[in-house]
């Protein structure tokens, strides 16, 4: 009899431990300015290997919210060739944008800041691997900076971060320059203090930082079709 009762206490437990687990994950994220920002579902974002990187990004930034910090993703900006550049991640600070490009990858990263194209190396077993190229992101967010710069005001100063998933191991990156963040996820809120502690860039006033937030939101709440047009120009 009470081996049975434990049984069904056993039984009960691995029930709802997980029933408990997915509200309270889902409660957090209904909760999260990423959520009342883009309005993407629970589901997509759980299905979706890039939405569900930027919000595990999202997370290790959010204690700059205490700090009065305010965050964009998506942002669909217009480019000169009539086409459109999308930022993952704008967080907006008294010493400037953060503009982050997510890059939720596993496997090894190779890269050189020079280089046009990277090289993200899997395994696929038995000592075999495949090599994958993707473009360099250090370039990619070079590009967003430049679209961003056209839109907002110039006394504003804009730092260039790029974030891998942890899941991912940076191999062999080569880098010339010190003023760009090239980490993982777990690591960029560190390097963000870093840097803000060691600028000496005057505070922006919050009026310029709400007009600049104000200015850019919309391009963060564009139409599906112009989501579409950006995929296929791709």
Do not use: C, R
């Given at each position: 009899m009470?081996?049975?009762?434990?049984t069904s206490l056993?039984?009960?437990?691995?029930?709802i431990v997980p029933i408990i687990q997915f509200i309270l994950r889902y409660n957090e994220y209904k909760n999260s300015s990423y959520y009342k920002t883009t309005q993407n579902s629970f589901v997509n974002v759980f299905w979706n290997s890039g939405k569900q990187g930027e919000y595990s990004l999202y997370q290790y930034l959010q204690p700059f919210e205490s700090m009065g910090c305010k965050f964009l993703f998506n942002l669909y900006l217009p480019r000169e060739n009539g086409k459109t550049t999308e930022i993952d991640i704008i967080m907006f600070h008294p010493?400037?944008?953060?503009?982050?490009?997510?890059?939720?990858?596993?496997?090894?990263?190779?890269?050189?800041?020079c280089q046009k194209m990277w090289t993200q190396t899997l395994p696929v077993?038995?000592?075999?691997?495949?090599k994958e190229h993707f473009y360099n992101p250090i370039m990619q967010n070079a590009t967003h900076i430049r679209s961003l710069r056209k839109l907002i005001d110039d006394r504003i100063p804009i730092?260039?971060?790029i974030a891998f998933s942890d899941k991912c191991t940076l191999k062999k990156l080569t880098m010339k320059s010190n003023n760009i963040i090239?980490?993982?996820?777990?690591?960029?809120?560190?390097?963000?203090?870093?840097?803000?502690t060691e600028t000496t860039k005057t505070t922006i006033s919050q009026d310029l930082i709400d007009e600049t937030y104000k200015t850019l939101l919309p391009y963060s709440l564009v139409s599906e079709q112009i989501k579409l047009e950006h995929i296929r120009n791709i």
């Open positions: 009470e081996d049975g009762i434990f056993i039984i009960t437990f691995i029930i010493k400037g944008l953060f503009v982050i490009e997510s890059k939720n990858y596993s496997g090894w990263i190779f890269g050189h800041e077993g038995y000592g075999e691997s495949h730092y260039s971060a090239v980490t993982y996820y777990s690591q960029l809120s560190a390097n963000l203090k870093l840097i803000l």
